[in-house]
């Protein structure tokens, strides 16, 4: 499939299928003194590590590839020091919660919101006096630094798609070969962006995009908006690569998945990818561009087919 610039939109728009109910799922998620990530089928969904407080849902769709059990995975971190008394560590009254929820995409104007799951941090109930009543709660990981939970759900979809399920593991990969030619992909996208090549990044992003809008039921008016609204940035004459190092390999998809991450603190990259742009919008406000690069290699191949599922 000859895929470019100008005809990716129409390409994805033929693959997108309608059904009469279209359930579409998200997350609504609540946080006190905690940082975190969640991961759906062990797929990133959602990062917030500058302790902002989400009013809008985070749709996850993209993350299931077919109806049955779904996995929700969550890593919390304590809040930054000033937003938690000083401490690096987690408070006793850390909260966070996390609802699940499903709604037919072809009905947003309609009252169809079901609430699907509801999670909520465990507590420990201490006894602080003679009486009954007399205990307080606080969060079973006070004191650490990290918590990792994960819950399921049952969802229905009317379509699958084959993301990661057909790739190697690559974790039974010698990691220093794996990670030369992993680098080596993100070398590839960085001369892509360079040299402004837009049917070649058009290629590399056309199964991600594809997948993506297939599970959300896209028609063609969104996906060219959203196309748009990605490939503007590399017209921007101040858009620059930032250097392309300090970073670690992370699996995901139970293995199957393979990505670069930056070793930094600093809540603005916190576990982003490793490659990322800047440039100034319309109102001079600097901009980053991560370029989120999730890679696999299908099932029975070799390293030389390692190529960007998400």
């Not at 990530?37 to 990133?44: G, H, R, S, T, W």
């Not at 995409?105 to 009486?131: H, W, Y």
Request: proline share 5%; net charge negative; hydrophobic share 35%.
């Amino acid at each position: 499939m000859d895929i470019t610039a100008n005809n990716i939109v129409s390409k994805i728009t033929e693959q997108v299928k309608h059904y009469p109910k279209e359930p579409i799922y998200y997350l609504y998620v609540a946080n006190s003194l905690c940082v975190y990530e969640i991961l759906v089928n062990d797929f990133p969904v959602h990062q917030n590590y500058k302790y902002v407080q989400m009013a809008t849902p985070i749709y996850i769709n993209s993350a299931i590839l077919k109806s049955g059990r779904q996995k929700i995975t969550y890593r919390i971190y304590p809040a930054p020091k000033e937003f938690n008394g000083g401490s690096d560590v987690f408070d006793s009254d850390t909260q966070f919660d996390v609802g699940v929820y499903q709604q037919d995409f072809k009905r947003p104007d309609v009252d169809t919101e079901v609430l699907v799951k509801k999670e909520k941090l465990p507590i420990n109930e201490i006894q602080v006096g003679d009486k009954e009543f007399e205990k307080v709660k606080e969060f079973v990981a006070k004191g650490q630094k990290y918590y990792e939970h994960s819950f399921y759900f049952d969802a229905e979809v009317p379509c699958e798609i084959e993301g990661w399920n057909n790739g190697e593991d690559l974790t039974k990969i010698d990691p220093i070969l794996l990670k030369e030619w992993v680098v080596k992909f993100y070398n590839l996208r960085k001369k892509t962006v360079e040299n402004k090549d837009k049917d070649a990044l058009a290629r590399q992003v056309f199964q991600a995009l594809k997948e993506q809008f297939i599970a959300e039921y896209q028609d063609k008016t969104y996906i060219k908006e959203a196309w748009d609204e990605f490939i503007v940035a590399y017209d921007n004459p101040t858009y620059k690569l930032e250097p392309f190092e300090n970073y670690k390999m992370e699996f995901f998809g139970d293995g199957k998945l393979v990505c670069l991450r930056q070793i930094s603190t600093d809540p603005r990259y916190k576990e982003k990818s490793a490659l990322f742009g800047k440039y100034k919008d319309g109102d001079g406000n600097t901009r980053a561009d991560f370029h989120n690069l999730y890679l696999y290699i299908p099932k029975g191949e070799g390293l030389e087919y390692i190529q960007m599922m998400r």
